[in-house]
């Protein structure tokens, strides 16, 4: 074949190839060399698979104007929006966004004429729910005009995620803080008993047992040897009971506060663990409120516990001082300190290191102060601060009785509405109260365990609601009720009771008062009756609607 025929033959070859390839989509563009010059051909389709991934794929894409006009946009983009696409593209992105955050779209396109900004911005939805988007902005200058390329991404489920974990974090730290709380006052109260019955009884027997030494003494002389023996185990029973009763909540740490509690605790570690300590309280130390007093000397209880269980330092020191506004408590060893656990896995018992200390960290949160923890190489050093009230509220906490000045004191260190509860049975008085206190928006003010005393707290502490039962001694709850509305009349009163006639509710709706709760419902119905109450509003269920419509 001559020479030509077969260069005619390669160049239909290198033809059918190149068409090939343009019907396949492989080619995007054709260069064509004429007299002219070069001239590039873009083929029609070409772009067509990136369109379909933009238009197809759940983030949005779209081009802007450096004005922020939307010049382009894929549907995703418009509907994160919320606006149809034939009103979206040619209008000015920020019009469809409200408030500060339209403010904010204009600042991220004004910087992104410069450079690649990011951020994140609420659209409200239909629900009412805003919608969080986070939007990318970088600009673009290939294409003949200045134009910015905005990405826009869906973030409304990963923030929702994120404000429940923080809730569900922060219940669970108020958990912890109202579990440690109940936990010391079930140590006051074993601590009371203890001291109270338990070791008054023990004292009754040991004067028996001197009595009865009396009359045998004229008996064999082993019939004395055993009542002596007697004297002597019901002695160091006594001494025993009465050391538990101390460590359980130590008597002086109300009498006469935490220094002296301290020194007390203090010299007990060292007789029974051998370790040499030395305590620094500043002199001029005010009292503090009961909870703040308390806490601190838990934080002493359990760094000596594992200053004795893992340091292994034969000296310890604690140093309680003010600082500023603050009261400082430090409690520092010398041991062999632990470094991020590594013994941890060694440590015997039940307890092993930090079991007390998240819930000290949180309960001094909650009372505004903080701890911290120094494990170094020569030792540990535990810092506890709480800020210092003002003068004299220390003082005034244990004015009245210690339980309802506690709950006093609490409710005047912050702006929640204060309730007061009437109720003579204890577990109920406690049950409620829990209750009422793991909401953040209460705290119980006080209780009085009969009618007279409801009165006279209702006057003395002023509470924003009275929670009372009907049956209540000296004075019943109803006639308490009349006697607080008559000295104020805005009082508020919701009562609470195992009675459900309709002669008592009746009596109820006529005294005046602004809901009933059955004791039977209190878990369905207490927590919807008191914000109602405290909201202005009455709480009578239905089958009280009758009566309370006579009101």
């Known amino acids: 074949m001559p020479t030509s025929g077969k260069a005619l033959k390669a160049r239909v070859v290198e033809l059918e190839e190149t068409l090939r390839a343009i019907q396949m989509g492989e080619v995007d563009a054709v260069l064509v060399s004429s007299v002219k010059g070069d001239q590039v051909f873009t083929l029609q389709g070409a772009e067509h698979p990136y369109r379909l991934l933009v238009e197809t794929i759940e983030e949005g894409a779209a081009t802007l104007a450096d004005d922020g006009t939307v010049l382009y946009s894929n549907k995703s983009f418009a509907g994160f929006f919320g606006v149809p696409l034939e009103k979206f593209i040619g ?87 109202r579990l440690l709380q109940l936990q010391d006052e079930e140590r006051r109260r074993i601590a009371r008993d203890l001291h109270d019955v338990t070791g008054q009884k023990i004292a009754v027997l040991s004067m028996c047992l001197d009595r009865l030494a009396r009359v045998a003494e004229e008996h064999k002389p082993e019939v004395q040897e055993s009542i002596k023996e007697s004297r002597g185990i019901v002695s160091q029973i006594g001494e025993e009971i009465r050391t538990l009763s101390y460590i359980l909540h130590p008597p002086l740490l109300d009498e006469c506060g935490l220094a002296s509690a301290v020194h007390w605790y203090a010299e007990g570690f060292e007789k029974r663990s051998g370790i040499k300590l030395e305590v620094v309280v500043d002199p001029h130390l005010p009292r503090l409120a009961v909870d703040a007093e308390t806490t601190l ?23 309680v001082f003010k600082e500023g506004g603050e009261v400082r408590l430090e409690v520092i060893d010398q041991g062999q300190g632990i470094k991020a656990g590594k013994a941890r896995a060694k440590l015997d018992g039940p307890a092993s290191l930090g079991v007390g200390i998240p819930g000290m960290r949180e309960r001094m949160h909650q009372l505004g102060g903080g701890l911290s923890i120094d494990f170094g190489t020569n030792g540990t050093r535990v810092v506890a601060t709480l800020p210092i009230k003002e003068t004299g509220e220390g003082e005034a906490a244990r004015g009245e009785s210690e339980t309802s000045l506690s709950f006093t004191m609490r409710a005047a260190q912050d702006a929640r509405r204060r309730i007061l509860i009437a109720d003579d049975h204890e577990l109920m008085r406690r049950g409620l109260r829990g209750l009422l206190e793991s909401h953040d928006e209460w705290a119980v003010c006080g209780e009085a365990i009969e009618g007279r005393e409801a009165v006279r707290k209702a006057e003395e502490l002023e509470p924003d609601l009275v929670i009372m039962d009907v049956n209540l001694p000296g004075l019943s709850g109803i006639d308490a009720a009349q006697q607080i509305k008559k000295a104020r009349q805005a009082a508020k009163i919701l009562f609470f009771t195992v009675h459900d006639s309709d002669e008592v509710i009746r009596e109820i709706v006529d005294v005046g008062a602004h809901g009933y709760v059955a004791k039977s419902r209190a878990s369905q119905d207490l927590i919807e009756a008191v914000r109602s109450v405290l909201n202005g509003k009455t709480f009578f269920p239905s089958v009280v609607a009758a009566a309370a419509g006579r009101r």
């Open 297 to 319: 000397f838990r934080v002493v209880q359990e760094s000596l516990t594992n200053v004795h269980r893992y340091s292994g330092s034969a000296v310890a020191k604690i140093r």
């Open 91 to 177: 209008a000015p992105l920020h019009n469809f966004v409200s408030g500060s955050d339209g403010e904010f779209l204009k600042t991220l396109i004004l910087g992104a004429k410069l450079a690649s900004t990011r951020g994140e911005i609420r659209l409200a939805r239909r629900d009412g729910k805003p919608r969080t988007i986070r939007l990318t902005m970088s600009p673009n200058r290939e294409l003949g005009l200045e134009a910015i390329c905005a990405v826009a991404t869906e973030l409304t489920e990963i923030v929702d995620a994120n404000e429940a974990l923080r809730v569900t974090e922060t219940s669970l730290r108020q958990l912890s803080a």
